[in-house]
């Protein structure tokens, strides 16, 4: 996922380039199919994974195309996804793909807890059918966050609290296996803004 004003994430220092970028690939698709980010940030991802040693025909063919062309990038997903053996993620695989991701970096410090508080309000909007409750847990101190920066509002939140109390529900999710608890068949985290 490129998200402009964020760092890079971290990962572990045993884990291989292609491997990194496929996980980083993985997340940018569910945020693509989520609405999150553009078909141009799809094709910079594949980009990018090609050129740390991801072999991919599905890649390489997403990778020349035009942002325009979304029948030929859904195309190529599923192709990316099928040739590893991984199963395409319908909308809560990506809900929980993308939103587990956020969530990572978060902890790892990759992203700010306010960073990380926008983008989960706007996948707990996207959960029409509370899929995730922890969706909607995350969205109060969004909202909370929200009103205390709005000048016409007079709302106080101690901002250092409010960090450290995301900080720890974050790990909770985290420690029991990510959003649903469940786990999930794929993790990802990062940019595509290379390894």
């Given amino acids: 996922m490129r998200m402009s004003g964020t760092a ?6 045993s884990e291989d380039l292609p491997a990194r ?6 997340s940018a698709a569910a945020d693509g199919l989520l609405g999150l980010i553009g078909a141009e940030e799809l094709v910079g991802c594949a980009v990018a994974a090609l050129a ?17 062309d979304r029948g030929a990038i859904l195309t190529g997903l599923f192709g990316a996804f099928g040739e590893r053996g991984i199963e395409f993620p319908l909308k809560d695989d990506a809900l929980k793909l993308s ?22 309000w706007s996948f ?16 109060e101190p969004a909202i909370s966050l929200s009103l205390h920066d709005d000048p016409d509002c007079d709302f106080d939140v101690d ?20 959003l649903g608890g469940t786990g999930g068949k794929l993790e990802s985290e990062g940019d595509c803004d290379g390894p």
């Fill in 124 to 139: 707990a909007d996207r959960d029409a059918d509370e899929s995730f409750p922890e969706l909607l847990h995350l969205r």
């Fill in 52 to 68: 740390v040693g991801c072999d991919s025909r599905w890649l390489a063919s997403i990778s020349v195309l035009r942002e325009d």
């Fill in 159 to 178: 901002v250092n609290e409010w960090r450290a109390n995301m900080l720890t529900f974050v790990r909770g999710i985290l420690d029991r296996g990510g």
């Fill in 8 to 13: 890079g994430a971290q990962h572990e220092p």
């Fill in 99 to 120: 939103g587990d991701a956020v969530l990572a970096r978060m902890a790892s410090g990759g992203i700010s807890p306010e960073q990380a508080s926008a983008r989960l």
């Fill in 21 to 26: 970028a496929w996980r980083i690939f993985d």
